[in-house]
T-cell receptor, first 115, second 111 residues
Framework: KAGVTQTPRYLIKTRGQQVTLSCSPI?????VSWYQQTPGQGLQFLFE???????NKGNFPGRFSGRQFSNSRSEMNVSTLELGDSALYLC??????????????FGPGTRLLVL | GESVGLHLPTLSVQEGDNSIINCAYS??????FIWYKQESGKGPQFIID?????DKRQGQRVTVLLNKTVKHLSLQIAATQPGDSAVYFC??????????FGAGTTVTVRA
């Protein structure tokens, strides 16, 4: 099976702009999660989607949003970009066959640089 | 804040030796734990997992130990190889559809 794919891999934006990142989960996986990784804060949970429903959300401002489509593909959007949004954004998918089996498999990430 | 943390940020190991990476967690309600390996420029890669009803689980060259009494998790890598150089993260799942990650341990293998 193909792994989790994320597009684009690299992105440069300027403050105030908005950005949309895309994630395609492993075939058959219905749960998609997003994480932000920075040197200072490590891996921080953004949100999780299952069957187009957001089931949990991390402690991030409302500028961060996401959605999931009927084919399980997911997008996340960051509006009004700030310098501090520069990070590696990781998407993970899970078969979610039921707790506690919630192994998440990560994509390569999208490296976002905000200037 | 994060409830999972690693004892040491860095670990230097001689090639061929065994490595032990430690992790302490604070939430006794966590029921599922995962170790990930992240190489430079890549996303975290699943290594091994363990449920809270287990004490030990073995994979290929890796063993995870879980001590629920002291809320401690460890990853043992046998016969460490240069390809094992990476950042290792432990993560816990409390059944709320998210993983909480520790800060990571950077493992460097010396030839």
């Amino acid at each position: 099976k193909a792994g989790v794919t994320q597009t684009p891999r690299y992105l440069i934006k300027t403050r105030g702009q908005q950005v949309t990142l895309s994630c395609s989960p492993i075939s058959g996986h219905r749960s998609v999660s997003w994480y932000q990784q920075t040197p200072g804060q490590g891996l921080q949970f953004l949100f999780e989607y299952f069957s187009e429903t957001q089931r949990n959300k991390g402690n991030f401002p409302g500028r961060f949003s996401g959605r999931q489509f009927s084919n399980s593909r997911s997008e996340m959007n960051v509006s009004t970009l700030e310098l501090g949004d520069s990070a590696l954004y990781l998407c993970a998918s899970s078969p979610y066959i039921g707790p506690p089996e919630e192994t998440q498999y990560f994509g390569p990430g999208t490296r976002l640089l905000v200037l | 804040g994060e409830s999972v943390g690693l004892h040491l940020p860095t670990l230097s190991v001689q090639e061929g030796d065994n490595s032990i990476i430690n992790c302490a967690y604070s939430n006794s309600a966590s029921d599922y734990f995962i170790w990930y390996k992240q190489e430079s420029g890549k996303g975290p890669q699943f290594i091994i997992d363990i449920r809270s009803n287990m004490d030990k689980r073995q994979g290929q060259r890796v063993t995870v130990l879980l001590n629920k009494t002291v809320k401690h998790l460890s990853l043992q890598i046998a016969a460490t190889q240069p390809g094992d150089s990476a950042v290792y993260f432990c993560a816990e799942n409390k059944g709320d559809y998210k993983l909480s990650f520790g800060a990571g341990t950077t493992v460097t293998v010396r030839a």
